[in-house]
């Protein structure tokens, strides 16, 4: 596995991939904007899906009260902690891509 590409690398080859139709500065305010909509749309629908990539959800994760365990390595009792109520985003991959990978 090689190094993820950054938002600028990512920029250069959708430009390159548009030769002549999209300069970088349109392909930066598409993502952009993309990102945007992404956003707005998780906050309000809890989905967002991009056609072709991914599925964006939401999901609600619930609080936790504080418990007690057992810490499997040492076998000493422990006191986990307690967690609020919180909001996750989950990527699901759609088909395509899946079966191209």
Known sequence: M???LSKSDLI???AEENDGKLT???VKGVLESLATIGYKE????GIF???GFAK???IKKPATKE???INPFT???TVFKAKPARKIVRARPVKAAKDAV
């Open 67 to 69: 418990r007690k365990g």
């Open 12 to 14: 250069s080859k959708l």
């Open 56 to 58: 964006f959800v939401v």
């Open 2 to 4: 090689g190094k993820p």
């Open 42 to 45: 998780l906050k309000k629908t």
């Open 75 to 77: 076998k000493e009792p």
């Open 49 to 51: 899906l991009v056609p």
């Open 24 to 26: 970088r500065k349109d």
